[in-house]
């Protein structure tokens, strides 16, 4: 039960991450921001999955763990993207 709970909490972790990629996919059809889109959805899904197998509690403890240490690198380059860097993109839509 506590493997499959920590799994959804990481999954749930990485949705806002996802927003922020697909509103750039659909704002400028950036190629890169959909591969992205779609390795966020696969590590959004890698917990959830390895956490509801039988595997070693160790196994899903590492993967649950490097997972979220991913999950927190996109949080602080995002953060630190838009306190930064200057987004030219930014300045022509206002």
Request: charged letters at 15%; proline letters at 5%.
């Amino acid at each position: 039960m506590l493997p499959i709970l920590l799994g959804s909490l990481i999954a749930l972790a990485w949705l806002p991450v996802l927003l922020k990629f697909l509103r750039s996919w659909r704002e400028r059809r950036n190629p890169i921001s959909l591969a992205i889109c779609l390795i966020v959805v696969l590590a959004a899904y890698v917990p959830v999955w390895v956490a509801s197998d039988q595997i070693h509690p160790w196994s899903w403890l590492g993967v649950l763990v490097v997972d979220s240490i991913v999950c927190g690198f996109f949080y602080v380059a995002v953060a630190w993207s838009d306190r930064h860097f200057r987004s030219d993109r930014r300045s022509r839509n206002n």
